[in-house]
């Protein structure tokens, strides 16, 4: 019976982690992606005009 024991961890994790993809993919896209996009396009338009610090001072 040590087989079977040694055997339940990798099977549980290997169900959880199929369950969690199934999760991700079931959830991309739908209602809230046009928001999702708009959310991600306005961080990155932030981002891109802010202006840069030097993170050394002058040397």
Same mark, same amino acid.
């Given at each position: 019976?040590?087989?079977?024991?040694?055997?339940? =961890? =990798? %099977?549980? *994790? +290997?169900?959880?982690?199929? $369950? %969690?993809?199934? %999760?991700? %993919? /079931?959830?991309? $896209? $739908? +209602?809230? /992606?046009? /928001?999702? #996009? +708009? !959310?991600? #396009?306005?961080?990155?338009?932030? *981002?891109?005009? +802010? =202006? /840069? !610090?030097?993170?050394?001072?002058? !040397?």
């Amino acid at each position: 019976m040590d087989y079977v024991s040694a055997l339940v =961890p =990798p %099977v549980v *994790m +290997a169900v959880f982690f199929i $369950g %969690v993809v199934r %999760v991700i %993919v /079931k959830t991309q $896209g $739908g +209602a809230a /992606k046009a /928001k999702e #996009d +708009a !959310a991600v #396009d306005a961080a990155l338009a932030r *981002m891109e005009g +802010a =202006p /840069k !610090a030097s993170a050394g001072g002058d !040397a």
